[in-house]
């Protein structure tokens, strides 16, 4: 390894996660301090300038590295106490910004900078940025209306963090269903195996999680109805206690849209996004309504034939097609061929494996090198720590952690945590990314090793993307971190597109036991329906979206969250819960976490992906270092300090286009 770096001195820092209570309250007491002193500073300036006014807010917000570290201690340390000191100091340190986004005095200030052409006009593209981010932001604290409004405002946001706190700690918990193993007929032993077992009146039986993962694996394998139906009651149950939060949220939203002066919640949102207005999503929902039309019927037909044929080989009558039965049904009809790769193919990926191979890949693909760090500084035992550098290694990029295994305490959620970004330090130097790869998989041991299924694998792969994006990045500005919402996981749909080549496959797969590689007839069945979707798969997405489109549209007055789905759903023939008085839907925890009025985001980042992945990886080959090199640069490289729209049109060459999406993905 050479010891030059491109920044001097190297840095390879490794975060020191021996945090004290004490500590992380001085970490939030000192920062909001020193906050508030720069607003009251910049407040007084008497001629406000970039420099004097917009740097020192932004370059208290690079600087703040340690606490916000601290603050993200919550999600996955083993300490209690830690974990609630770190969600105290994060309140505190999330209401100090708040409050001060909220100053009329340094408005002002920060407005006098954005007003003054002369000097907005010799600026930097990236600051120019800043500026107009921090303006906004400002803006739409209310800072134009009233005082007494703003009070109210001030009010409502608050109210509404504590509403989406306690509605995530409310769903955090999960709770557990009773089966006999003759009850999860269809469930693999795979997934059986992660499953608690539970002795009740002296009869065996297995505790299926309503966490959102297991429960999708089984209600898509369970082949009884009854097991399907009393899973989906449960767990739709056990959601009810939420909807009173969301519908409260609803509530809280429109009345801050009111007091900023805009008609909606959706109106509000959509200023600063790549899509400018509902119009356009619902525009791309009639094209794919218009598609999909010729089709629902027919794949209504094959369900629905599929179940008579089953109730009557079991005695049993006919009564319906219900929700419950959907993703079973559509993998008995549409993905038979994947079948034996489910039920085989798990033996191929055994997770003490897989980790590395995927950093192989993003190697390959990024023109990286990434290691195993020589003296990892973890907050737990089966913690994994990489050094990630460039391939010549010139320069070090950041720290890559994967917490792959379950344990109590920990967050049951597979999903990225990001400790450090990688934003200009004072001396000009970039800060070094640090980034969790986080999931619940059951710890493997010698007599019971933990496979991975092909939905567990896309699952890693999507979160490794989204890792490698935030490891990639570099900004000036941290405020200039984030793309426009609409972009930003978009790397990791990228990615899930990668698992579905043969190439890739054989690359992470070797069998648990003897070390072959998977066989061709196993890879063929996923690589040939996997990236094809049916009406249903599109259908409930769709309807998922124009409820979060619906419920957050009003202008007069809240929708009722409830019945607004209740009258969506009865527009889907999949979507029938026979009045079991239970929804799923209205209770995604999406709308309690930034993606209000945005769940679109989904189908139109696969859109987008797609379009990325012909256009440029498969045509050139997956791991041409062309392509590669200008995806670090174009793409990742720039996060949020240009718009997604420059970087997608100087990536691609062109505008994009839906055509890959629609040619490669209806049946």
């Given at each position: 390894m050479k010891a030059q770096s491109l920044s001097e001195p190297m840095d390879l820092r490794a975060i020191d996660f021996n945090f004290t209570v004490e500590q992380i309250n001085r970490l939030a007491e000192e920062a909001t301090n020193e906050y508030n002193a720069i607003l009251d500073k910049v407040a007084k300036q008497p001629r406000p300038t970039f420099e004097n006014t917009i740097v020192p807010l932004a370059r208290w917000y690079n600087e703040i590295t340690e606490l916000v570290t601290a603050s993200g201690l919550r999600y996955f340390h083993p300490d209690k106490q830690i974990c609630d000191a770190s969600a105290e100091a994060d309140n505190k340190f999330m209401g100090c910004v708040i409050e001060g986004y909220m100053?009329?005095?340094?408005?002002?200030?920060?407005?006098?900078?954005?007003?003054?052409?002369?000097?907005?006009?010799?600026?930097?593209?990236?600051?120019?940025?800043?500026?107009?981010?921090?303006?906004?932001?400002?803006?739409?604290?209310?800072l134009q209306i009233s005082s007494k409004k703003r009070a109210l405002l001030s009010k409502a946001k608050k109210r509404l963090v504590q509403l989406e706190d306690e509605y995530a700690l409310n769903s955090a918990a999960c709770s557990y269903v009773l089966f006999t193993r003759e009850e999860l007929d269809g469930v693999s032993e795979n997934d059986i195996a992660g499953m608690a077992v539970v002795y009740e009146d002296g009869v065996e039986k297995h505790a299926v999680s309503t966490n959102v993962f297991v429960y999708n694996r089984v209600m898509r394998y369970a082949k009884r109805e009854e097991t399907r139906k009393r899973l989906y009651v449960a767990c739709g149950k056990e959601s009810l206690k939420n909807i009173a939060y969301i519908q409260e949220a609803v509530e809280l939203r429109l009345e801050i849209a009111k007091l900023l002066g805009y008609e909606s919640h959706a109106e509000s949102v959509f200023e600063g996004r790549m899509v400018k207005s509902a119009d356009e999503i619902i525009d791309m929902y009639e094209e794919l309504r218009r598609r999909l039309s010729k089709h629902i019927d027919a794949e209504m037909g094959r369900l629905t034939a599929v179940k008579k044929a089953d109730m009557l080989a079991e005695g049993r009558e006919y009564t319906g097609f219900f929700e419950w039965d959907y993703y079973y049904y559509s993998y008995v009809t549409s993905e038979k061929k994947r079948d034996m790769f489910e039920i085989e193919g798990n033996q191929y990926f055994p997770i003490i494996e897989i980790g590395c191979k995927l950093i192989d890949i993003f190697e390959g693909m990024l023109g990286l090198y990434i290691i195993p760090a020589q003296e990892p500084n973890v907050w737990h035992p089966d913690v994994e720590m990489f050094e990630v550098w460039e391939?010549?290694?010139?320069?070090?990029?950041?720290?890559?952690?994967?917490?792959?295994?379950?344990?109590?305490?920990?967050?049951?959620?597979?999903?990225?945590?990001?400790?450090?970004?990688?934003?200009?330090?004072?001396?000009?130097?970039?800060?070094?990314?640090a980034v969790i790869v986080n999931a619940v998989f059951p710890k493997p041991t010698e007599d019971k090793p933990t496979r991975l299924s092909f939905d567990n694998l896309e699952m890693l792969m999507v979160l490794f993307g989204q890792a490698f994006a935030t490891l990639c990045e570099s900004v000036k500005w941290r405020d200039l971190l984030e793309p426009e919402f609409e972009f930003h996981i978009v790397p990791g749909e990228i990615m899930r597109r990668w698992i579905y080549e043969p190439t890739v496959l054989q690359q992470l797969g070797s069998h648990y036991l003897t070390g072959e590689t998977i066989p061709d007839q196993l890879i063929k069945g996923p690589i040939t329906d996997g990236t094809e979707v049916t009406p249903g798969e599109l259908l409930i997405p769709i309807t998922f979206d124009l409820h979060d489109l619906l419920i957050h549209s009003a202008t007069d007055k809240p929708v009722d969250v409830k019945q607004a789905y209740y009258d969506l759903c009865k527009q889907v023939p999949f979507m029938r819960n026979n009045d079991t008085g239970v929804f799923h839907l209205i209770t995604h925890r999406y709308?309690?976490?930034?993606?209000?009025?945005?769940?679109?985001?989904y189908l139109w980042s696969s859109i987008i992906s797609e379009d990325i992945y012909w256009s440029r990886f498969r045509k050139n080959g997956l791991y041409n270092r062309k392509t590669g090199r200008e995806y670090r640069n174009e793409i990742l490289r720039p996060a949020g300090s240009r718009s997604a729209s420059v970087s997608l049109e100087r990536f691609l060459g062109r505008q994009p286009s839906t055509e890959a999406f629609y040619k490669n993905k209806f049946k």
């Open positions: 100053r009329l005095d340094v408005y002002k200030a920060v407005r006098y900078v954005y007003d003054d052409q002369e000097e907005m006009i010799m600026l930097s593209a990236e600051d120019k940025r800043l500026v107009e981010t921090i303006e906004r932001q400002f803006r739409k604290n209310g391939a010549d290694e010139s320069e070090f990029i950041g720290h890559l952690y994967l917490d792959l295994y379950t344990r109590e305490s920990k967050r049951e959620t597979f999903t990225t945590f990001s400790l450090r970004r990688g934003c200009q330090r004072p001396d000009g130097s970039r800060e070094s990314p709308l309690m976490a930034g993606y209000d009025t945005g769940m679109y985001v």
